[in-house]
């Protein structure tokens, strides 16, 4: 089955600087990889989410990036504010009928 | 307004002691899933459906039980839990196989002493 590495597990960054959260998977069939955020106590929420005929999608602030060949996406949060902080995951579903295989996360961590 | 709702929240039980947590989608989802968290180890899927009576198993799926015997409903269920079920366990839902969203629930946090 699918295998998604996750990393770095935690990642501290001031206030206004970049943060770049970056994840691998195995199945060259996945083409679907979307990202999900969860803040303390609640659950995971999608922020954005790459199909694996597009190579980059921007929302605002955060932008994803996916290389098929290399088999790795990542998330690209610009401008860091504290509202960001936060774990995030990263998610890739193959082309068959089961569900996604989620990284094991990201504990973002915002500093002032 | 469209969710998904896990019930209890929070649950403490005994080993052994069986116990539902129930999951109810508004959307019509077709796809339904349950999900475990554990620190360090992500979200990691138990059981999913694609529709009624039709479950299959994801990546752990030992000690549980689901059933989908309604389009809304697909509840967890633990014949007799372990101490190692402890978890926050996660229900969600789609709209099918495809690349919609997957809508959470608030989450269940389990407890077996």
């Known amino acids: 089955g699918e295998n998604v590495e996750q990393h770095p597990s935690t990642l501290s960054v001031q206030e206004g600087d970049s943060a770049v959260i970056k994840c691998t998977y195995s199945d060259s069939a996945s083409n679907y990889f979307p990202w999900y955020k969860q803040e303390l106590g609640k659950r995971p929420q999608l922020i954005i989410d790459i199909r694996s005929n597009v190579g980059e999608k921007k929302d605002q602030r955060i932008a994803v990036t996916l290389n098929k060949t290399a088999k790795h996406f990542s998330l690209h949060i610009t401008e860091t504010q504290p509202e960001d902080s936060a774990v995030y995951f990263c998610a890739a579903k193959g082309g068959g009928a089961d569900g996604l295989t989620f990284g094991k996360g990201t504990h973002l961590i915002i500093q002032p | 307004e469209a969710q998904v709702t896990q019930n209890p929240r929070y649950l403490i039980t005994v080993t052994g002691k069986k116990l539902t947590v129930t999951c109810s989608q508004n959307?019509?989802?077709?796809?339904m899933s349950w999900y475990r968290q554990d620190p360090g180890l992500g979200l990691r899927q138990i059981y999913y459906s694609m529709n009624v009576e039709v479950t299959d198993k994801g990546d752990v799926p030992e000690g549980y039980k689901v059933s989908r015997k309604e389009k809304r409903n697909f509840p967890l269920i633990l014949e007799s839990p372990s101490p190692n079920q402890t978890s926050l366990y996660f229900c969600?839902?789609?709209?099918?196989?495809?690349?919609?969203?997957?809508?959470f629930g608030n989450g269940t946090r389990l407890t077996v002493t």
């Open positions: 959307m019509n989802h077709e796809y």
């Open positions: 969600a839902s789609r709209w099918d196989r495809g690349h919609s969203p997957l809508h």
